[in-house]
């Protein structure tokens, strides 16, 4: 592998990473409040049609990203209302979103491109980095060479962790989901609290398909995510719930998806194959202990009863 | 039951009646439509995803016109919900079933045992039994000429393919994609990366920038709907491409130089109108009504557009056989 190959590969590997990170950022919120949301995956796909329909609707990329946050942020709120409100099994309720997100992207597909006998691209994120960073050896296929919603992806993951350790809000966030009757005791609504987690997770997921569909490719195709919701949640086991841990399990998830497209074309010793189930391989060690003790927050997947103790 | 149990299977209800609502009947049984043949298709996917799924059902749409049929035909009809959605159209009396996808195979082999009178079409896939008529799209013959274009449009020498899903008709198209592309009197390396899904786009376009990034200058695909990623990368990135099925020069005006041309519109469209006898298997190839084709555009040379298009010509007349990998 020459120079050129190695940051052709780093900068693969950032771009597939980006959508993954913003989403695990958001989604840190709601684990860390103590609900699941395995609904992400639909949520995601969701936030790709939106972004893509808002763009197509009104012209402009960062009403379409909104878009695509508000939308995100919906069924993140549906989410929060049959988890939290009517204390639904998370999994089930999260299921059922990824469903209804399957089978409204399918029926809408007609009706978002009709008219159109091609999928028209819509505009995509700028690169904004002048020229000359942008030919930086490593940092500058990495960084700057990038459309701008990747300087998000790793803006977000830093915010995410100064608001969770450095904030009392952060503080309120975090012991909701390991102590939510000392949280209640203090005063402080736990509800509200799981609502705000639950709602920022589905924002960002909103987000991330923003990102996938806006970033570089300007088009929408059913089915889209292919499991990426799901590989953040993957995530998380192995990032232990840390934001800046969980973007790094991000990125060598993206590293590993972009490794295998290029194995299959150098003639490596080592089946592609092998770096396709990478991550997972991770996952699966992760969960058996091998990289540390990986523990989730306490009352992760138990819905708050206030009058249970 | 809880009251938060009885939402959940609210939601669930109301997300199958959604579900449901993806999969109208196009035409309803009326009294005036007796007499005319009646037709059901059914498709593995969404029949708006602007590639096979919506190209089926297009082929579908046209046989209705011109053969005078009654159709109608339930899509998304995944593995689990094969046999119950032909064995339902069966008991309705449709006389022609159809299946757009090889993978229906065992599907329409068991169903057309249980109703040996009526009449079954698979289209790409070999079907078994008395009853059944299939017709096998010829990727081998479409990707050749594919390969034959890409070889007059190298400058580096050096081309890429991109799959779906490593299964035989594909690992077929990549093969003779190959042999195709050493007619031009050079030797051409062809990079081949599968994808693994269907209808992503994103690992369709970061396939092709790997590729690209490889050092290859034209692209050739078996792709669905993450075709317009692909093409996509090509576009930006400055290098050709070739699409699939029909026309894809939309997709990248700068990047499309030509396309492989089979629409799968046109098998539906033969079997529907009864055109493939019962019990016989057959390709859509250069002989078949509307079959396979080199579609060039304005990106390629005159002398070379003659020279790809009398390749084709020799497939016409025979003198050219390629490989048929697998016999339907």
Redesign the interface.
């Known amino acids: 592998m020459d120079l050129?190959?190695i940051n052709?590969f780093l900068a693969?590997a950032i771009?597939?990473s980006a959508p993954l990170m913003i989403v695990g950022a958001g989604a840190l919120f709601t684990e860390r409040t103590g609900v699941f949301n395995i609904g992400l995956e639909g949520t995601m796909l969701v936030g790709c049609m939106a972004a893509v329909y808002f763009s197509l609707q009104t012209g402009n990329l960062w009403l379409a990203t909104l878009g695509a946050m508000f939308v995100g942020g919906l069924f993140g709120l549906v989410h929060a209302f049959?988890t939290i409100t009517?204390?639904?099994?998370q999994i089930?309720?999260g299921a059922?979103i990824n469903?209804?997100a399957?089978?409204?992207t399918?029926?809408l597909?007609?009706p978002l491109?009709a008219g159109y006998?091609?999928?028209p691209?819509v505009t995509l994120y700028p690169v904004i980095a002048p020229e000359a960073l942008q030919n930086l050896p490593i940092l500058g296929p990495i960084l700057f060479a990038q459309p701008v919603i990747v300087y998000f992806a790793f803006i977000i993951p830093i915010l995410a962790t100064w608001i969770l350790y450095r904030t009392t809000w952060g503080l309120a966030i975090r012991a909701v989901g390991d102590h939510p009757h000392a949280v209640a005791t203090a005063g402080l609504s736990v509800y509200a609290l799981k609502y705000i987690g639950v709602i920022t997770s589905g924002v960002f997921a909103g987000l991330g398909g923003a990102a996938?569909t806006l970033a570089?490719?300007?088009?929408f195709?059913?089915?889209?995510t292919?499991g990426r919701g799901f590989a953040v949640l993957a995530a998380f086991v192995v990032g232990k719930w840390n934001p800046i841990l969980v973007a790094a399990a991000c990125i060598l998830f993206g590293s590993a998806?972009?490794l295998q497209?290029?194995a299959?074309?150098?003639q490596l010793a080592i089946p592609y194959q092998v770096f396709?189930m990478l991550p997972y391989l991770l996952t699966i060690a992760a969960l058996a202990g091998l990289v540390g003790r990986t523990v989730g927050p306490k009352t992760v997947g138990k819905?708050y009863d206030p009058e249970s103790i | 039951m809880s009251k938060s149990m009885k939402i959940v299977f609210v939601l669930i209800a109301v997300t199958t009646v959604i579900l449901a609502g993806c999969q109208p009947a196009a035409a309803p049984a009326t009294e005036e439509a007796a007499g005319k043949t009646k037709v059901a298709a059914v498709f593995p996917g969404v029949v708006t995803d602007q590639s096979w799924n919506q190209f089926g059902y297009e082929g579908l749409q046209k046989a209705e016109t011109d053969c005078s049929l009654e159709t109608a035909y339930t899509e998304s009809v995944t593995q689990d919900k094969q046999l119950e959605t032909l064995r339902n159209y069966a008991a309705e009396g449709y006389d022609i079933i159809l299946a757009h996808g090889g993978e229906y195979a065992d599907s329409i082999k068991t169903v057309a045992a249980e109703y040996p009178d009526l009449w079954f079409g698979l289209v790409n896939g070999a079907g078994e039994g008395p009853n059944v008529s299939s017709m096998i799209i010829g990727y081998n013959q479409m990707s050749y000429l594919a390969g034959a274009l890409a070889c007059n449009m190298t400058k580096t020498d050096h081309i890429g393919f991109v799959g779906g899903e490593s299964i035989p008709v594909v690992d077929a198209g990549a093969e003779l994609y190959k042999e195709g592309a050493q007619t031009c009197g050079k030797e051409v390396q062809v990079d081949v990366v599968y994808t693994g899904d269907w209808a992503d786009v994103t690992k369709a376009r970061e396939s092709g920038l790997s590729l690209i990034a490889g050092g290859s200058d034209v692209l050739y695909h078996i792709l669905d709907t993450a075709d317009a990623g692909l093409i996509a990368a090509a576009e930006d990135e400055g290098v050709y491409a070739i699409g699939l099925y029909r026309d894809s020069s939309a997709l990248g005006p700068k990047a499309v130089i030509g396309s492989a041309m089979g629409h799968p519109g046109t098998m539906i469209y033969q079997l529907a109108c009864g055109k493939v006898p019962q019990g016989e298997k057959t390709w859509l190839d250069v002989h078949t009504p509307d079959g396979v084709n080199i579609h060039m555009t304005d990106l390629v040379p005159a002398d070379i557009q003659a020279k790809v298009k009398a390749i084709w010509d020799e497939m016409v007349s025979g003198e050219l056989t390629v490989k048929n990998m697998g016999e339907p």
Do not use: K
């Open positions: 050129n190959s052709e693969a771009r597939m049959l009517r204390r639904a099994d089930v309720a059922a469903l209804f399957l089978g409204i399918n029926l597909n007609g491109y006998e091609y999928r691209r996938l570089d490719l300007g088009l195709a059913p089915g889209m292919n998806d972009a497209l290029r299959q074309t150098i396709v819905p």
